[in-house]
């Protein structure tokens, strides 16, 4: 990780009283707009700096616009929810639950609604909604928020007369003073958005370390279909055909150097590059990370259409529909019998088999159309880069972080929120629970550490 170089600054005590603050917040995302407003609220002066010309650019993004909120299945599942490094989660998630952030946000003029598996959603159905209100309270506040500034370097130098350190802080054009610095810069995930990496440089340079950087939430891109059905792709032009063709509530898995890995479940859409939906792209933080493309055959990606039977039973029920429907082409009794799209039915037959009738199927054949039914296998091409993934995998090592403050153990006064430390959640709202309950604690402590 390089470190942002920088010439000697100005003593902090030199700079002008206007642009001391208790607290400087950097990036204005959903954490820290949250650690904002919760500093300023618990009595601090606050200064916002945001690299880009406006805040929460990745926010408005969430839910396809719509912004899963949170989840009301918190904290009945965190463990699995945000994988090894749940427990961290306890104490902020305790202090701010997701029933507290909907009420937070009602108070705001955001009336939100449950909808399937917990997830919460603004009646507005969209996330300006959101992004509007958080700038509204930040403004009635007294937040100071500074646009188009990026920071280049965040130093704790000498003390002031009642012996607290002081931090240094430059954008490109000004320089800063604050007692407590708070670092929600996000990962290195749509670095459009301004998630591009820039807080693991300013974390390391107060003396954390940084994990290694993987996609979590991201598309997987996929070479070619299996070699178990290697006629698929010629006689189907499957690769034009499936996109964009959605299987709802599927299970997949990976099976990596022929070993069944992760599993998951739930709607896969096919795209002109791979797959996508959360039963992709829950399974994308666990591809072997590599810059490179992988062997044919060492990673793949595994499709079963029917979780909820047993080979033996779609092999029953499949038989039972062929009998009583001897004249019926395959491709039209596979979505039939088990509530097929029509083109979904390429996945499982060859071109060959699509055009026959039930009678004229072998036994040999019914039983691979079966296996694929129940593991459908293509080829994972590479590793999802990280920069069109939805969140980073990685980022500042929590060990170095306290829970219960998101203080720094290393580094007194800094703090953290939000992606730019090693946590990321499934998707459905867990990843937004992390930012506002990590920057309310952050935000809150920054302010009575000042």
Not at 114 to 137: M, W, Y
Not at 246 to 259: E, F, N, Q, S
Not at 373 to 379: H, I, N, Q, R, V
Request: charged share 25%; with cysteine; proline share 5%.
């Amino acid at each position: 990780m390089t470190v942002p170089l920088s010439t000697k600054s100005e003593d902090p005590m030199s700079i002008p009283r206007q642009k001391h603050f208790d607290v400087i917040v950097i990036g204005a995302g959903p954490s820290g707009m949250m650690a904002s407003f919760s500093a300023s609220e618990s009595g601090a002066s606050v200064l916002l700096l945001e690299k880009k010309e406006r805040p929460g650019k990745k926010l408005l993004l969430t839910g396809h616009g719509r912004c899963n909120m949170t989840n009301l299945r918190i904290p009945h599942n965190f463990l699995e929810a945000y994988h090894e490094n749940a427990r961290f989660l306890t104490s902020s998630f305790h202090a701010f639950p997701p029933e507290e952030v909907r009420e937070f946000f009602r108070s705001l003029g955001v009336p939100s609604h449950e909808e399937d598996d917990g997830r919460i959603f603004p009646d507005s159905q969209t996330s300006a909604s959101v992004c509007d209100a958080l700038e509204r309270a930040l403004s009635d506040a007294g937040v100071k928020v500074q646009y188009s500034s990026p920071v280049t370097y965040v130093e704790k130098d000498s003390h002031d007369p009642e012996g607290k350190s002081r931090f240094l802080v430059k954008t490109e054009n000004e320089e800063y003073s604050s007692r407590a610095v708070i670092l929600c810069t996000g990962g290195k995930s749509f670095p459009h958005t301004g998630s591009e990496g820039d807080g693991y440089a300013l974390a390391v340079g107060n003396g954390h370390t940084v994990t290694s950087l993987a996609p979590a939430l991201a598309p997987i891109l996929l070479s070619s279909f299996s070699d178990s059905s290697p006629d698929r792709r010629e006689d189907c032009g499957a690769e034009f055909t499936l996109a964009g063709i959605t299987l709802p509530d599927v299970g997949t898995y990976l099976r990596i150097d022929g070993k069944k890995g992760k599993s998951a479940r739930g709607d896969l859409l096919f795209t002109h590059q791979g797959v996508s939906g959360p039963a992709a792209m829950r399974l994308s933080r666990e591809l072997p990370v590599n810059t490179g493309k992988y062997p044919a055959g060492k990673v793949q990606f595994v499709i079963d259409m029917l979780p909820d039977l047993r080979e033996d039973q779609v092999e029953e029920k499949l038989l039972c529909a062929m009998t009583e429907n001897p004249n019926r082409h395959m491709k039209r009794l596979l979505c039939e019998t088990f509530h097929l799209q029509e083109k979904a039915a390429i996945l499982v037959l060859s071109g060959e088999t699509m055009d026959l009738s039930a009678n004229e199927v072998r036994k040999e054949v019914r039983k691979t159309i079966v296996r694929n039914l129940k593991a459908s296998a293509f080829d994972v091409e590479k590793c999802t880069p990280v920069d069109i993934a939805y969140v980073t995998r990685g980022g500042v090592n929590i060990r170095e972080i306290s829970p219960k403050t998101m203080g720094s153990k290393i580094t007194e006064g800094l703090f953290f929120a939000g992606e730019v430390m090693d946590i990321d959640g499934i998707s459905g709202g867990y990843n937004l629970q992390h930012a506002w309950a990590s920057g309310r604690a952050a935000g809150k402590a920054a302010a009575e550490y000042v």
